[in-house]
Each structure stands twice: as structure tokens, then as C-alpha cells.
């Protein structure tokens, strides 16, 4: 099987030894992903729904390099610093996969990379697997 590492160029992806998201066969892991824009700003500090929004973009992006769309998602795990806000977390994740319906998780951790950072969120796809 063909392995396909996906990058976004991101400083941080050679340092620390990780890609975007990997493609082996017609499976794809996206990485934790967090809610930075092309610059590499926090969007939403401090707003859950923001903040998890941009993060869902950014996985999209990720999955679009891969040749996926977020129809082929089939699990997410979603990393937040605070479980009370969960319902804020999750209208956003809503919007995404509302009619997608992938298996979720949703875990609460003592705080992520940058401490601007309340959510990051990972995904894992099979091509084809779209209901939509």
C-alpha cells in the first residue's frame, strides 16, 4: 500500500515530525488540528464556537489535499480545556457533521500547545464512505 504524507508547510511539521494528515489507501488520518489561520493566528481565542469552526476548516483543507470531503469522515476526536462549554464545541462541530454523523469523542485535557488554544480536534476518513 502507497503511503502519502500531507503537509501545509508549517514550520512546526519537520520539527516535530508529524504531517497534516496521511493517506494509505483509501484511509486518511488527520492530525490534531487547532484553530490557526493562514498566518498562523489563533481565530476565537477565548470563544469555543469560533475557535472550533476554523479548526473544522482547517481539517477540511486537509482532507481536500488528500482527495476526501468531510462526507468521508467517520470518526472525530475533539480535544477541549473546558467540558462545561461543550455545547459551544459542539454546535460547531454540528454545522460540519450534522447530516455526516462520523463517531465523536470529546475529551477534556488541561490545556493544549498555546495556551490561546481551547480546542484541537483530529479526524479519520475512508474514501468513499460519503453519505452525502
Not at 24 to 38: C, E, M, N, P, S
Request: aromatic content about 6%.
Amino acid at each position: 500500500m502507497t503511503r502519502e504524507n500531507i503537509s501545509t508547510g508549517s514550520k512546526w511539521e519537520p520539527i516535530v515530525g508529524y504531517s497534516r494528515a496521511v493517506k494509505v489507501g483509501d484511509r486518511i488520518f488527520v492530525a490534531g488540528t487547532t484553530g490557526a489561520d493562514a498566518d498562523g493566528n489563533i481565530v476565537g481565542v477565548d470563544d469555543p464556537y469560533a475557535q472550533t469552526i476554523q479548526t473544522l476548516k482547517n481539517i477540511e483543507a486537509g482532507l481536500h489535499k488528500a482527495g476526501a470531503t468531510l462526507g468521508d469522515v467517520v470518526r472525530t476526536t475533539v480535544y477541549v480545556t473546558d467540558i462545561a462549554r461543550w455545547e459551544e464545541y459542539g454546535r460547531a462541530h454540528g454545522e460540519f457533521f450534522g447530516d455526516i454523523r462520523p463517531a465523536m469523542a470529546m475529551v477534556e485535557v488541561s490545556k493544549l500547545i498555546a495556551p490561546d488554544m481551547i480546542v484541537e480536534i483530529s479526524a479519520d476518513a475512508i474514501l468513499g464512505a460519503s453519505n452525502q
